[in-house]
């Protein structure tokens, strides 16, 4: 923030020997916050030291009637000017807002969670607003403990392995929800995680070959703090995507003990054997057996049920 006083100063100089110098004064010391902190601070300050305080005062009065106006020629936008004693003398600091603290919390909080692929209302969710809704149903509801269980078993001990869930359940229950949830609660704390539709991922991977960008994004997958994998078994399997990134991801995963949860429209068994089981090269029973258990190592199975939320068909809970 630049340095406002100087021009205040230098206004103060400019109408010094003006006729309205004694007039715009009066008007400031009048000011009820200015009569309050003189008030306050009579013990500290002398005659002599406030009135060579006048341009501060003058500052001070009329960036808060602009700050009270939200006037756009704000000094300091986002910033409430306020009195302090600075050697003796009076000065004025800018002290951020309630508004503009919540917005950069909210950038920080944003800043943690990499879900760039993820659907707005997974990259928004939270377990807060999950609670609040109207319609939920019991095994959505258990799997909400257990992931706030997990947040906070893991803010207790980072360094421990957590194993993850892997939620499974027809379209639209609420799965990507929940893991946009604990994402939501993780960065609140500070912890960065990765949400990836896994669909969508599989895609930038095969095009970051020609990018040149493979092992950049395989990386970032690899080695993020938390790893969400959503909606694994919605896409065309490929073999180079179960083999040279699914496959080396969760290899990584499980020998450095990251947290690692799923989302899938499958349970496990079909997963192995609908999705990891056939690619273009026929069955692979071992490859397809080796990624489950990888899988199962880094994540609980857990069911989920319910009516199509987005859709909003809500019928009898399950």
Do not use: C
Request: hydrophobic share 40%; charged share 30%.
């Amino acid at each position: 923030m630049k340095a406002v006083g100087p021009e205040y100063q230098r206004l103060m100089k400019a109408k010094k020997y003006d006729q309205r110098w004694e007039e715009i004064m009066r008007n400031v010391m009048q000011d009820p916050e200015v009569q309050q902190f003189l008030t306050k601070h009579k013990s500290e300050l002398s005659q002599e030291e406030i009135e060579r305080s006048a341009s501060k005062l003058y500052e001070f009065v009329q960036e808060k009637k602009k700050f009270n106006k939200a006037a756009s020629e704000v000094i300091a936008p986002g910033y409430e000017p306020k009195l302090v004693i600075n050697h003796h003398y009076i000065d004025v600091s800018y002290v951020p807002t309630e508004e503009l603290l919540a917005a950069r919390r909210a950038a920080e909080i944003k800043n943690h969670i990499h879900a760039s692929t993820m659907a707005r209302d997974v990259r928004e969710a939270s377990f807060a607003d999950f609670d609040s809704a109207k319609h939920s149903s019991r095994s959505r509801n258990q799997a909400a403990a257990k992931l706030i269980e997990f947040s906070a078993a893991y803010l207790e001990n980072p360094k421990a392995f957590h194993k993850g869930l892997y939620l499974y359940g027809s379209f639209g229950v609420g799965k990507s929800y929940l893991l946009g949830a604990l994402a939501h609660e993780l960065a609140v704390n500070g912890v960065a995680s990765m949400l990836v539709h896994f669909p969508t991922f599989a895609q930038e991977m095969k095009e970051s070959i020609g990018e040149k960008t493979t092992k950049q994004k395989l990386k970032a997958a690899k080695e993020a703090p938390v790893l969400m994998i959503d909606d694994i078994g919605a896409d065309s399997q490929s073999a180079w995507i179960r083999d040279e990134v699914l496959a080396i991801i969760l290899q990584y995963r499980m020998q450095e003990k990251l947290p690692t949860f799923f989302t899938s429209n499958k349970e496990m068994k079909q997963l192995q054997s609908e999705y990891l089981l056939t690619s273009r090269n026929g069955e692979e029973p071992v490859k397809a057996m080796r990624i489950m258990e990888r899988i199962r190592y880094l994540a609980e199975e857990m069911h989920i049920e319910g009516p199509d939320r987005r859709n909003g068909h809500f019928d009898d809970e399950a």
